[in-house]
């Protein structure tokens, strides 16, 4: 049972446009979301997060939105640029004992220039 | 402040023999998770150590086992290495249990 869906495998982009990544989640006990990203023999880095009390957070060109009652989470890159090509994987905390982080299946991201 | 460090990076095996990975997390954190990723997967969840004890889980066989050292140290062991074992073993080091998670740069196992 896959808790966390980023159904699209890769994106590609102009440089200086938005790159606009999604991640749909089925658990409603979810209350702790992240992204990271990743580039090839590489661990993932921590993007970004956002807690299930926000809609939106935000840090410099990386936007992180959250849509609760679509179980829905988008995370926006202005402006794109060719160093963000990487894997993005969505992660999501399930609110009970566990604590565990579930992650997605990733979108791969191509900014070209 | 150093990141999470794997040791060692790079490893080949042949099938039946067993290995044991090293990650060692960021200072002062005392939660240690193991992923494992292969070509086309996402990140799957092997298990969590916490204070020394195993906290979660992931569905994987009794021959993948992991322990932590009272310096928060982990270590995993894979026993009667099979091909498919061949990956990308990522370790990730947080404060306490689901918290922000921050990764090493892995361990990449070939299983020939």
């Known amino acids: 049972d896959q808790q966390v869906k980023q159904n699209s495998p890769s994106l590609s982009v102009q440089e200086g446009r938005i790159s606009i990544l999604n991640c749909d989640y089925t658990n409603s006990m979810f209350d702790y979301f992240l992204w990271y990203k990743k580039y090839p023999a590489e661990g993932p880095t921590f993007l970004i997060s956002?807690?299930?009390?926000?809609d939106k957070n935000e840090d410099g060109r990386f936007t992180v939105f959250l849509n609760k009652s679509a179980k829905h989470l988008s995370l926006h890159i202005v402006p794109s640029q060719p160093g963000d090509s990487a894997v993005y994987f969505c992660?999501?905390?399930?609110?009970?004992?566990?604590?565990?982080?579930?992650f997605g299946s990733g979108t791969r991201l191509l900014v070209r220039p | 402040k150093a990141g999470v460090t794997q040791t060692p990076r790079y490893l080949i095996k042949t099938r039946g023999q067993q290995v044991t990975l090293s990650c060692s997390p960021i200072s002062g954190h005392r939660s240690v998770s193991w992923y494992q990723q292969t070509p086309g997967q996402g990140l799957q969840f092997l298990f969590e150590y916490f204070s020394e004890t195993q906290r979660n889980k992931g569905n994987f066989p009794g021959r993948f086992s992991g322990r932590q050292f009272s310096n928060s140290r982990s270590e995993m062991n894979v026993s009667t290495l099979e091909l498919g074992d061949s990956a990308l073993y990522l370790c990730?080091?947080?404060?306490?249990?689901?918290?922000?998670?921050?990764f090493g740069p892995g361990t990449r196992l070939l299983v020939l």
């Open positions: 956002i807690s299930s009390i926000k």
């Open positions: 992660a999501a905390r399930r609110m009970d004992s566990s604590y565990k982080l579930i």
């Open positions: 990730a080091s947080s404060r306490g249990s689901g918290e922000t998670q921050y």
